[in-house]
């Protein structure tokens, strides 16, 4: 099943969305916390018919939003070698990160997130 662009990009921003009520700071003084965490890292993993490029436009509104945003080429060389790759891209990655899979890559973001405590989310 092919999801629209539009589509998943509402996903992933309903999900950020999400993971920012759920990590926001609770203020009792009414004023803004200048120390509030950065952003989440997102990290896209494309499925097993595609490409990273493949993310480009959910790349450019996440970016409009201030995400740091990557788009990484799945090797597609099975999922435990996938997983191993994701996982060490990520090792590259300091902060907290949200991964987002789009078919076969939600596979691989599931087995990479089980052992690594920095992503905060999948999508």
Do not use: C, F
């Not at 950020?16 to 952003?39: E, F, N, R, Y």
């Not at 959910?58 to 939003?65: S, Y």
């Amino acid at each position: 099943m092919r999801i629209p662009l539009s589509r998943r990009v509402a996903l992933v921003a309903g999900a950020l969305t999400l993971l920012g009520a759920a990590t926001a700071p609770a203020v009792a003084t009414g004023k803004t916390d200048q120390t509030a965490s950065p952003k989440p890292t997102v990290v896209l993993v494309h499925g097993a018919w595609a490409d990273s490029s493949s993310w480009s436009s959910v790349m450019e509104r996440l970016r409009t939003d201030g995400y740091p945003v990557r788009a990484i080429a799945n090797p597609l060389q099975g999922l435990t070698s996938d997983t191993a790759y994701v996982s060490s891209y990520l090792s590259s990655i300091h902060g907290p990160v949200v991964l987002v899979g789009h078919s076969y890559g939600g596979a691989v973001i599931t087995n990479t997130a089980a052992s690594d405590p920095d992503v905060k989310a999948l999508v």
